[in-house]
């Protein structure tokens, strides 16, 4: 047996595995695991910064929600009063409420505040005011929003108070009880109709113009409304996308309040395909330039509350500044130096912006600065679109957001007759 | 190969450190977080929708995860914020998706909430948009000479509406549609909800640059 076993010594040896002397590992080796290792700490604190930071912002769109929707209890700062006028009252009646002749009445010393009180104030932030009022003996008519979706009962107290006491030292005061009360009545009315409107509210008043009498609904009028809320065989209700309340959501704009000559020419644009957009394109084809009209009238002549809420992350404070002041570094003008005081909108030509979706500006201005919108009258938006950054588009459109919704205005309806049709002129 | 033993041993211990790290960890750390609390469970209809939605592999187009703002601009497209884990306790499978073809439906239901809108779309998406590549669904309707009471009948332009009769829904189609439209994850998201934040320090130290920028 061994003998078989036994290898010829002259043969090559054919049970020979080959086998290496164990070697060190190179180096490089260990330096480049050492470096691996090194770079994974290194990712891991830097991830665990970023968590942090995503925390915080998921923690800051928490604290918005809750803060719109749990009505505040508690008694309201004595200096809060003043901050909120500045937020949201100065930007039209001035910074020490001064107002803007012909055009927007005083605060500071009006009469009809001191025949009022906070307790008239409150009803006229609650449901806003539009129409021919005297104050101070001088003629106004114009429009203010209602500020019921966007202030909570604390804050409005804080406004009128301060409003009473410092700018026309009255005693009067209202508790953020009583402002509920105010809301559960009236919030839902629509805006108080001018002087003549206030005549029941307030004991005293000083003389006021009579009410512009309100036009004549159209004969269409059911027909109209049939139309934006259940559609046709063809098409869908515009309800169905801009909501019952016409306040949109995401990227479909909110129409109501929006000035009738705007939403037509929008309408006639997307018909004659100056203005793209693939649903709206599908609608409009079916429409006559009659019922254009009658459902911009429809949507311009509707009031409804704010159905927008910051939702991009945006920077209020920069889009403070943008929509106030502008950013001259960039090239981008104040955006309410058009869009009116508080982004209400100003006549035919420049649309409201206030309580406008976020997304939907958004996406406008990027359309904008892309060029796949191109239908401002002058090419006046173009421009601003290119100047925007990423982040200055969701700032400006999350503050705008935040404002609250104009008033319709009944004078800015068009007549049905109206053979001349707005067009775009194609820039 | 005489030291088989200890390679194995390295592989596996290799492969179960990752496990650990990749699918257990992880998958505690959803199970810990539970569902969003604004997250509403699926109605019974929609439940059935979403068998639909699964069944015809609408996943293979559409995502359901918007990203970041600091990744991409999926807030300023409408498809709403960065969704977190807690957002999908109720999706099993989910349907994250992998490709964009189509748009992201995470939040189809508060950018098109239109019944009508969904009903033509799924019936002949061409008949909206001219350029659309998505299929059409027709064999989720039925043709009929007249809508019976409870019909509901799909609004369509002349070029694809039948010749006579009428294009009516069928029950699928109602439940996918509901489906989509009670995709809306609008509530605030929990604010220890987990998801991928790894852009978050990149674009806030592109956001400290830019203000300091614009502040000399």
Known sequence: MTDKNKQDPRLPDETFEPYEEPRRIPMPVYWIAIALAIWGVVMLVQMSYSTKIGDKERASMSDQEVAATTPVKAEPKPDAGKALFADNCASCHGDAGEGVADAIPPLHASDVVKAGGASAITHIVMRGIGGPLIVDKANYDGEMPSFASVLDDKDIASIANFVASDLNGLKSTVTPAQVAEIRTASADLNPWDGGSGLAGLINGLPAQPASETAPAPSPDAAATAALAMHGTNEIWSCASCHGDKGEG?????????????????????????????DSMDYVVKSLSDKQIIELANYYGAMSSPSGARPSLEGDLARGEKIALEGDWTKNVPACFTCHGPSGIGVGDKFPGLAAQQPAYIAHQLAMWQGGSRHNSPLGLMAGIGKSLSDADRRAVADYLASLPPAAANAKLALAVSATTKETSNGQ | MNRYLPLVIVSLAILSFATLLLVIIPGMQIAKSGASPGLKPYTVAEARGRAVYVSMGCLYCHSQQPRDEAQAPDGERGWGRASVSGDYAYDTPHQLGTMRTGPDLMNIGDRLPSQGWQLTHLYQPRAIASWSIMPAYPYLFAHKAKADPGDVV???????????????????????????????HDYAPPTDGLRDDGYELMAAQQHNNDAAKASK
């Open chain 1, 249 to 277: 959501t995401q990227t479909i704009p909110r129409l109501a309040g929006l000035a009738p000559a705007y939403l037509a020419k929008q309408l006639h644009d997307f018909k004659e395909g100056t203005r793209i957009n």
């Open chain 2, 154 to 184: 799909v609004k369509l332009p002349p070029a694809y509406a039948p010749k006579t009769g009428v294009i009516v829904a069928k029950q699928d189609a109602l439940d996918l549609v509901s489906y989509l439209q009670g995709m809306k």
